[in-house]
């Protein structure tokens, strides 16, 4: 299985400011004949379902505001929040959809300051 | 658009087996490329997915827990289905159903889940 790490496991940023959660995956989820990362981000709120905001890294998903952009290739990728509005507290997820079994990060819970 | 609602028993005993439905609507269950998709989330290990199924039968399950589960699908409801057998403590968790817009897509879709506890 891929194994995706994030960090940091949580994090505290005031609002207006930048909020950056980093991705790690144990093996390359780009996959070379398209040029495509399989990486997707997703926001989840206390008894929400995950939704998602970001996938192939840096598409948002229609709907999702312009302050959340995803970069990254290969085994690195970074969820940027550019000003932190209070809404965006919550926990963010990473997820590879390259290989079977689909795996998530444990999460990054983001909080006010 | 399109809305899944997870149903089912919130309590199962250990050894037996978890039966949830996920039930569509605002779409066919059998028209596009859709992969209809169960996961659940636990405090110890997060996020999980379990597998998926096509409206044709296609199925693919989780390796770690492929013994023990099967989803299948009734067209003819707008429905699929997870099973879990031989269900321990290990196994209590919110079930999610969702919906992927490919074989390679995350899903965009969820239900809101249900929480399964497994307890004598």
């Known amino acids: 299985d891929i194994v995706m790490t994030q960090s940091p496991e949580s994090l505290a940023v005031s609002l207006g400011e930048r909020a950056t959660i980093n991705c790690k995956s144990s093996?390359?989820?780009?996959?070379?004949?398209?040029?495509?990362?399989?990486l997707a981000w997703f926001q989840q709120k206390p008894g929400q379902p995950p939704k998602l905001l970001i996938y192939?890294?840096?598409t948002r998903e229609s709907g999702v505001p312009d302050r959340f952009s995803g970069s990254g290739s290969g085994t690195d990728f970074t969820l940027t929040i550019s000003s932190l509005q209070a809404e965006d507290v919550a926990v963010y997820y990473c997820?590879?959809?390259?290989?079977?079994?689909?795996?998530f990060g444990q999460g990054t819970r983001l909080e006010i300051k | 658009q399109v809305q899944l609602q997870e149903s089912g028993p919130g309590l199962v005993k250990p050894s037996q087996t978890l039966s949830l439905t996920c039930t569509v609507s605002?779409?066919?269950?059998?028209?596009?490329?859709?992969?209809w998709t169960w996961i659940r989330q636990t405090p110890g290990k997060g996020l999980e997915w379990i597998g998926y199924?096509?409206?044709?039968?296609?199925?693919y399950y989780n390796p770690s827990l492929k013994s023990r589960v099967t989803i299948s699908v009734d067209t003819s409801k707008n429905q699929f289905s997870l099973k879990l057998s031989s269900v321990t403590d290990a196994d209590t968790a919110i079930y999610y159903c969702?919906?992927?817009?490919?074989?390679?897509?995350?899903?965009?879709?969820w239900g809101q889940g249900t929480l399964v506890t497994v307890s004598s």
């Open positions: 093996q390359s989820v780009l996959y070379s004949s398209n040029n495509k990362n399989y």
């Open positions: 605002g779409g066919s269950i059998s028209s596009g490329d859709y992969y």
């Open positions: 192939w890294a840096s």
């Open positions: 969702a919906r992927a817009g490919g074989q390679y897509l995350p899903p965009l879709y």
């Open positions: 997820q590879q959809y390259y290989a079977a079994p689909i795996t």
């Open positions: 199924i096509y409206h044709s039968g296609t199925t």
